[in-house]
């Protein structure tokens, strides 16, 4: 029996569902103070400071520009730079404002509700200037700077893939070419639980800090850096984080905040956001132009893919810069075979809440760029979409695959034969009902780009971190173990995977395993922490690889003990048992051996029982997969309905596959919710217009339909325990697939340019041909 | 966001709120189910220094079915309101409409009256009172007067209630024939981008009374008159129910917003008289 | 310098415990359950009444507790999820979100486990669990399909078993 593909049931279910979670915003500690952030109630102006004079709750104290800097005499780091980009890293506050929201000053007071009063009453002063609230605006000759030593509000640019030579002789060769356009709305991740932070200054003069975050020495290694604070003096945890999907991976502004005052106060102190404050000030996602033209041959060969791709960066650029729109230029060959891939990207500032990193970071994107071409090429030559997939698809012989948009090389795969049984799915769905609503099935394939990655490249490509993992496997004198881990669940299970992966190398059971895991005195360092796709991947492969090196040496010891080999040694259920025979020792035992220190074997004379293991990737892994999806239209209303979804998608090893199914449920409804419902609106003065759950729209239950899930697997050959990542592989798919099942409800020329969320207006609009 | 500080007032009887109202006049704001003005308080986009909550006088809550209408206390719950037999069998629109009020949670303490005095344009219960010519009790240290609903809503979010009176009762008197209510929502439980009430009296086969009140598609609820008239005297047949939409779009012009353009709020109209109108013969 | 805001005693029952707490008169219901009386379990998403996060049994209803002044609440019975399962064996709701994986988080999940719970002891049909009483939870990690399960799952093993409460 192993433990590793048990669909087992979470270890930590229980104390969740007891109520028993411990989240950020449950920290309780004596003395504790309440901070409310005043904001900047304009887009763009010089900051000349805030007025206090108005104030009027007892006891509240404000900490403005003049204040933070006091104790913030570093900058903010940006971990990934493209080549140019002047904004390396910035200060807390500069002076300006550069979007509504923008954190100008803390208030701190006995409660919230007193903090509110106060800070409501705390005066930003600014002289305004004129804002740009869009890429085009941002990009005219005479748009407002918002970096005036600039000379535009480029913040970064690059090409990849093919030369213009090339990719123009593949165009000019074939026999056509089409183009047209794709507007990305901007959204907002929303995880459940707003971000907050509980900052306590300890009696030892080192700085507790209690955060909702999927990167807890990213936050502790940015807070030292503004504030001039060694980082052995702070200690960074996570507790219970209620959802991350990328966009808790650093520290903001708001957060540093917090900490500044505790610092200066020498009072613990909380900020919790409020959900007007996730819509306005936590970043947000996509918000991209693409303009895409397609070269192809008339017998249905897609030949060569340009772009011309802008992003809107907002106010500055996030933790990891332009990343999100660089691996969207890097990934957007897809599933295919193309002669050329050209990108040319820009990452534009304009005067509104920042962008940064959310589920996919750019994979997204690339997908459904390549599966609109896909759909917009198959439209035009009157065949099948999924035959135009099937005949451009890289066949699992042509693996591994050096993609047109290098260092991207896939690993292995078969993307036809998931494509097909995704159509089998498909086929064997009961015809609709004859309601009046016009129906459209799309597809989306995809290779997704997991399990970040080889650290090795990361200085070639801007990368200012690491993204290896390591893993400590202490095993107690008692049999129990504790496995020490740097990267971070926020609802992703991994106190159930990788203690089912320790428990198959440990002989133990799963109840005798607990994950350490968020706090930087305890855990090993991680800048990178929970995203992309690699917890279990690259964590897991540190898992597999101490909790096998801790096996090895349990297995010498009991040999030892036992006058037998190692190698007839067997670990399972709290014994090592010689093999073929009932000699044997529980491992406790063994254990107890290990830290008394004698008569241990000879080679392995060091006393104690625990093992670490820094795990560096050699490559990537490549996860890949199709996802179908039926809509029904209604043609009076425009409104959408997402009736059949299905999925098929190859993952490594499976750990545990409810978990993983339940990853792709959550991204299909995150890629569903941005395809139809979900948009962050900015109106012509650069005010948000989505400020509450009524205007920005998730997805409920009725918005989902059930999601049949066929899981294969294909052991990464490289990831010790064969693991590839996949959580973005629900998003990554379904964004696409949705839109392309509206787009095949909507006449060939309403389907070209389109603009994403298809709300019920547009997609109204797009079938009456009213503009 | 937390509310901005006020004063809780529950006074024990209907003359200890109204004497408070009175007291604190634009000051104050009444308070019932709290579902609709808790929302805007913890936004601050509401500040009233004076909360008056009348949730300990009797006499305001349960509903009065009979032949000529429905007459519901003004802090009936939703809830209460749907587990009325005699509503849905008397009114089958008022019914389906607060089905549709937000969730199950929010009908569970939101209250009729509270729904109706606070007037939002998407709301559903103000065009079901505007649909049947219902009216409102409303009572103050100076009397009572009742005010029919084309006479209450004037404008978003606002009546023509003065601040020291308290709304204590809602009429809505039945229309002949049957009832309905049909919206649309970008998901359910959604404020609809477009909601009717609908009500046709058909008589030897022809339509001798006709009633559409329109959500969403204005600063108040609308009836549309044009195309009520329109379906006088037909048979309610395809033509008349198209007719009848056609006449809708071209009475009513709903402006455009973030969440709908204006000339697809009146399609969204057209559409649930053809959805809701075949089903009422 | 305006004065501090009065405070006044509310007292309730909290999961069948006589409590008292001290709040002002704005106190939300669901910040005097969090701080007042130091049940964490009731979370907070939106203060709007949208996400579900808050939900709480006041007098046997399913409210939002961000939507109920801790005033209003004075004299009732309210009960939380702390109150929910009893002592470590769980409730059929919770051991069916279990068994479901219809949890990731874990945020939203105690609102939809006392949606639940009030609608296993109002009689609700399994229909209207689904849609009436889920259609008022958000959920960003589940995309729903689990928790619809568990909900299944909580209602047709529920029919005249003891687990079911």
């Not at chain 1, 439209?379 to 997939?389: F, H, N």
């Not at chain 3, 939809?112 to 939870?137: F, N, P």
């Amino acid at each position: 029996m192993t433990w590793v593909g048990q669909r087992l049931p979470r270890l930590e279910d229980p104390r969740l569902l007891a109520g028993k979670g411990r989240y950020t915003d449950d920290i309780e500690v004596p003395g504790l103070l309440h901070a409310a952030i005043v904001r900047s109630p304009v887009p763009h102006g010089e900051l000349r400071g805030v007025d206090t004079s108005e104030v009027d709750v007892p006891g509240a104290v404000v900490l403005g520009p003049a204040e933070l800097a006091e104790v913030v005499v570093g900058r903010m780091p940006i971990v990934w730079h493209m080549p140019g980009d002047f904004q390396v890293d910035r200060p807390l506050v500069d002076g300006r404002v550069r979007f509504v929201g923008e954190p100008v000053a803390i208030v701190v007071a006995a409660d919230r509700y007193a903090a509110e009063d106060a800070a409501e009453r705390v005066y930003v002063e600014v002289d305004e200037l004129p804002p740009v609230v869009d890429v085009r605006s941002a990009l005219e000759p005479d748009a407002p700077l918002l970096y005036p030593g600039r000379s535009d509000n480029v913040m970064s640019r690059w090409e990849t893939g093919d030369t213009a030579e090339h990719t123009d002789a593949v165009f000019a060769a074939a026999d056509r070419t089409t183009s047209f356009r794709l507007d990305i709305g901007r959204v907002s991740g929303t995880p459940m639980e707003p971000r907050g932070i509980v900052a306590v200054p300890e009696p030892d003069g080192r700085l507790t800090v209690w955060t909702s975050s999927q990167a807890p020495h990213a936050v502790r290694d940015t807070l030292a850096a503004a504030t001039g604070t060694p980082q052995h003096r702070i200690r960074v945890i996570a507790p219970d984080v209620g959802g991350g999907f990328g966009l808790k991976d650093h520290l903001y502004e708001d957060e540093l905040m917090a900490c500044v005052a505790a610092i200066r106060l020498g009072r613990p102190v909380k900020w919790v956001e409020d959900r007007y404050e996730t819509l306005v000030a936590t970043h947000q996602a996509r918000g991209e132009t693409v303009d895409v033209e397609v070269a192809y041959d008339l017998d249905g060969r897609l030949r060569g893919l340009r772009l011309r791709a802008y992003r809107d960066a907002g106010a500055y650029l996030a933790h990891f810069g332009g990343g999100p729109l660089f691996t969207m230029s890097g990934m957007v060959p897809g599933a295919y075979t193309w002669e050329a891939v050209r990108t040319e990207a820009a990452v534009v500032a304009t005067n509104t809440t920042p962008t940064g990193s959310y589920r996919g970071f750019g994979q997204t994107q690339a997908v459904f760029v390549v599966e609109r071409a896909v759909e917009v090429v198959a439209r035009e030559l009157g065949i099948d979409p999924v035959v135009l997939r099937a005949a451009n698809m890289i066949g699992p012989d042509q693996q591994p695959y050096a993609t047109r948009c290098q260092p991207v090389t896939y690993d292995n795969g078969d993307y036809g034969a998931a494509l097909l049984e995704a159509q089998r799915l498909a086929q064997a769905w009961p015809e609709p009902p004859d309601d009046g609503r016009l129906r459209g099935v799309g597809y989306s394939s995809f290779v997704h780009m997991a399990g970040v990655g080889p650290s090795q490249g990361n200085p070639h490509v801007g990368l200012d971190v690491g993204s290896w993992e390591s893993a400590i496997a202490r095993m107690e004198p008692d049999g129990t173990v504790r496995l020490f881990v740097g990267t971070s669940p926020q609802g992703q299970g991994h106190a159930t995977t990788f203690v089912q992966l320790a428990a198959d190398r440990l002989g133990v059971d799963v109840a005798d395993i607990e994950l350490v895991h968020s706090d930087t005195d305890r855990s090993p360092y991680s800048a990178y922490g929970t995203a992309a796709s690699r917890a279990i991947a690259v964590g897991g492969g540190a898992v597999v690889e101490a909790t096998s090196a801790l096996g090895d040496r349990i297995r010498r010891i009991a040999a030892e003990m036992l006058e037998a080999a190692p190698a007839d040694i067997v670990l399972a259920d709290r014994k090592a048992t010689v093999a073929g025979t009932n000699v044997s020792l529980s491992i406790a035992e063994v254990a107890r051996r290990a830290w008394q220190g004698w008569a241990l074997p000879e080679g392995d004379e060091m006393p104690g029982l625990e093992c670490r293991f820094a795990y560096d990737p050699k490559q990537y892994t490549f996860s890949y997969g199709t996802h179908v999806s039926r809509v029904a239209v209604d043609p009076a209303t425009g409104v959408v309905e997402v009736e059949r979804y299905a999925v098929v998608l190859d993952c490594g090893t499976l750990v545990n596959p409810t978990i993983v199914e339940g990853q792709v449920h959550g991204g299909v409804a995150q890629g569903l919710g941005a395809a139809l419902l979900e948009e962050i609106v900015v109106d012509g003065d650069g005010q948000p217009r989505a400020t509450t759950f009524l205007d920005y729209l998730l997805p409920v239950s009725a918005s989902v339909p059930d999601i049949e899930v066929v899981l294969t697997e294909t052991p990464s050959p490289f990831t010790p325990g064969g693991m590839k990542g996949m959580g973005e592989g629900g998003t990554n798919g379904s964004f696409a697939c949705v839109v392309n099942a509206v787009a095949a409800a909507l006449p060939a020329e309403a389907a070209r340019d389109l603009v994403t969320p298809l709300t019920p207006s547009r997609v109204w609009h797009r079938l009456t041909g009213r503009s | 966001m937390k509310p901005a500080p006020f004063t809780y007032l529950d006074p024990p009887d209907l003359d200890g709120v109204l004497h408070a109202l009175a007291e604190h006049g634009d000051d104050a704001a009444v308070i019932s189910g709290g579902q609709s003005l808790l929302p805007l308080m913890n936004l601050r986009l509401a500040r009233p220094e004076v909360l008056v909550d009348p949730r300990r006088v009797d006499g305001l809550r349960g509903v009065t079915v009979t032949d000529d209408a429905v007459v519901v206390g003004a802090l009936t719950t939703a809830t209460e309101l749907l587990e009325s037999p005699a509503v849905a069998a008397a009114l089958p629109g008022l019914s389906q409409a607060v089905a549709c009020v937000g969730h199950l949670q929010i009908r569970n303490r939101g209250t009729i009256g509270g729904s109706v005095a606070h007037a939002d344009p998407s709301a559903e219960l103000p065009a079901v009172l505007l649909g049947c010519d219902g009216e409102v009790v409303l009572r103050s240290s100076r009397g009572t007067r009742t005010v029919a609903a084309a006479d209450l809503f004037d404008g978003p979010f606002s009546t023509t209630r003065e601040p020291d009176e308290l709304l204590t009762e809602v009429r809505f008197p039945v229309p002949p024939g049957r009832s309905g209510w049909d919206e649309v929502a970008r998901r359910p439980g959604d404020f609809a981008l477009a909601g009717l009430f609908a009500a046709v009296d058909l008589a030897d086969g022809v339509v001798r009374d006709a009633r559409l009140a329109f959500s969403g598609l204005g600063d108040r609820p609308l009836r549309a008159v044009a195309a009520e008239q329109v379906l006088l005297g037909r048979p309610l047949d395809a033509t008349a129910v198209d007719d009848c939409a056609d006449a809708v779009v071209a009475e009513l012009a709903p402006p455009d917003d973030v969440h709908a353009t204006g000339a697809h709020r009146a399609a969204l109209a057209a559409a649930l008289v053809r959805r809701l109108l075949p089903g009422l013969t | 310098m305006s004065p501090s805001p009065p405070a006044r005693a509310v007292t309730f029952t909290v999961n069948g415990a006589p409590t008292t707490v001290t709040v002002e008169d704005r106190t939300l219901l669901s910040d005097a359950l969090r701080q007042g009386a130091g049940l964490t379990g009731t979370h907070v998403g939106c203060e709007q009444g949208a996400c579900g996060a808050c939900t709480v049994i006041v007098d046997g209803l399913a409210v939002r507790s961000c939507l109920v002044l801790a005033v209003q609440a004075d004299g009732t019975e309210v009960r939380t999820v702390e109150g929910v399962a009893h002592g470590a064996a769980l409730h059929a709701v919770q051991e069916s979100l279990h068994r479901r994986h219809g949890l990731q988080c874990g945020f939203c999940t105690p609102g939809i486990v006392m949606s639940l719970v009030a609608a296993r002891e109002a009689g609700t049909g399994l229909d209207d669990a689904l849609d009436e009483v889920l259609g008022g939870h958000l959920c960003r990690c589940t995309g729903y399909v689990n928790i619809r399960a568990a909900i299944v799952d909580a209602w047709q093993g529920a029919e005249g078993s003891e687990v079911a409460r």
